[in-house]
Nanobody, 116 residues
Framework: QVQFVESGGGLVQPGGSLRLSCAAS????????MSWYRQAPGKERELVAT????????NYADSVKGRFTISRDNAKSMVYLQMNSLQPEDTAVYYC?????????WGQGTQVTVSS
């Protein structure tokens, strides 16, 4: 049974930092590219960052380049999103996603709110 446990979201002031974690189980984690997406109220879900199976390649949305860092630990089946210099426009529900050759799995999401 595929399962994700996302954590690390919450309320933070502008300029602050958060680290999101996504613990995966029920599939061969190291065979899947991992991504973080986000969806703000009234907006479509958008890709934030992607990391390849071995962690050697990472891609980011222009809006988060230089502020967010995606990483993974295949031994622990974990993917992380370090978010720095957070701004109100980063407020959204953040989802982790696993993409393999045949299957795609989504986490349940964690809320990030940036507000003073």
């Amino acid at each position: 049974q595929v399962q994700f446990v996302e954590s690390g979201g919450g309320l933070v002031q502008p300029g602050g930092s958060l680290r999101l974690s996504c613990a995966a189980s029920g599939f061969t984690f190291r065979h899947y590219a991992m991504s973080w997406y986000r969806q703000a109220p009234g907006k479509e879900r958008e890709l934030v960052a992607t990391i390849t199976t071995g962690g050697d390649n990472r891609n980011y949305a222009d809006s988060v380049k230089g502020r967010f860092t995606i990483s993974r630990d295949n031994a622990k089946s974990m993917v992380y999103l370090q978010m720095n210099s957070l701004q109100p426009e980063d407020t959204a529900v953040y989802y982790c996603k696993a993409r393999g050759s045949w299957y795609t799995y989504w986490g349940q999401g964690t809320q990030v709110t940036v507000s003073s």
